[in-house]
């Protein structure tokens, strides 16, 4: 009787797709392009605390961090074909670009190897995406600009990493969003690289060309910067979107509290990167139910919620969630069709 209830137990995690392998000594490497703003710092943080006890509890054998010097495709490129000739049984990746590594990637999956890309996805079809609806997103910050400004007027883009799929993401949802609300028009538009200190430089720069502005949309890491910018040219202060840093909630806490002062703010958590290495790790587990795109949300806070996450955003640091292995088969069979 015992024997046949452990047959009918493993015919029923099969027929569900459920991992049998065993992971302990498999090796799971993290390809990152760039650690130069607090968005990727705690990016890297999170990974880190997630991976340590993965490895502590025997779940997979290692799982290292590579990160680029610089954010140059080949400088990739080549990093991700190291890892091939290191026999890593996966590649976590945050990718410099959607298309121009898919050859490494490509490479990677015919030597077996399993690639999970996040945050910056690729486009090669062998490899496994963990996707936000960034064009959502870009789309939601003109929504969220037209609540907060009805008469609409001048906005001011602040871009992000060029050539990433991210940047494209947001930016096409943006022009989406001041198609469907021409009150608005963009009459600005600098790289702030996600970055407080690289945005605020080049909104300074760009502010004495610039008729009156009444909004700037962004995409997470230059919303405080590009306050700075216009306190210093002592511009009038415009409805900033946010992007979830703590130093720019504070900032949104600083101004509603002198005088109402409202927005928005969304972004992807940085933790996700702790949701693809489980995505792979469930992949080597022998999962054969996994879609090779998963759609996750962005997390998002109104004038209502900000001020009860914000004390629980380290100094300098992003709203962020690390995922669990419990998590990430939720989000596969929630992406399952």
């Not at 970055?195 to 700037?216: C, E, F, R, Y």
């Not at 419990?326 to 069709?337: F, L, Q, S, T, Y």
Request: negative net charge.
């Amino acid at each position: 009787m015992k024997k046949l209830f452990v047959l009918g137990a493993l015919a029923a995690m099969l027929a569900s797709g459920t991992a049998l392998a065993d992971t302990s000594g498999k090796k799971i490497a993290f390809s990152n392009n760039y650690a130069g703003n607090s968005w990727r710092q705690a990016m890297l943080d999170s990974y880190g605390i997630v991976t340590k006890k993965a490895v502590a509890d025997k779940i997979v054998g290692a799982a290292d961090i590579f990160t680029t010097a610089d954010k140059e495709v080949p400088t990739q490129a080549a990093q991700v074909q190291n890892l091939i000739l290191q026999g890593y049984d996966a590649i976590v990746i945050n990718a410099a670009s959607p298309d121009a590594l898919n050859g490494a990637i490509k490479q990677a999956c015919d030597a077996g190897i399993v690639v999970v890309s996040f945050d910056g996805t690729v486009t090669e079809p062998c490899a496994y995406r963990v996707v936000v609806d960034f064009k959502d997103m870009g789309k939601q910050e003109v929504e969220q600009m037209a609540k907060f400004q009805p008469k609409g007027g001048n906005l001011l883009e602040i871009r992000g990493l060029a050539g990433t799929s991210i940047d494209d993401a947001i930016h096409a949802g943006i022009l989406e969003g001041v198609a469907a609300h021409p009150e608005f028009k963009i009459v600005g538009s600098v790289t702030g690289d996600w970055d407080q200190t690289t945005a605020q430089k080049a909104v300074a720069t760009i502010l004495p060309s610039l008729p009156d502005i009444v909004g700037v949309v962004d995409q997470g890491g230059d919303g405080y910067g590009a306050a700075q910018a216009f306190a210093a040219a002592g511009k009038p202060r415009p409805t900033i979107i946010m992007g979830n840093r703590q130093d720019e909630l504070q900032w949104w806490k600083e101004q509603k509290d002198k005088d109402g002062y409202q927005t928005w703010s969304a972004s992807i958590a940085p933790g996700v990167s702790s949701l693809a290495f489980w995505v792979a790790q469930q992949v080597l587990d022998g999962r054969t139910d996994i879609p090779h795109d998963l759609l996750v949300p962005y997390l998002a806070f109104t004038q209502d919620d900000f001020e009860a996450e914000l004390p629980k955003i380290p100094k300098g640091g992003v709203a962020s969630h690390e995922y669990t292995q419990e998590d990430a088969i939720a989000a596969i069979k929630a992406n399952i069709k």
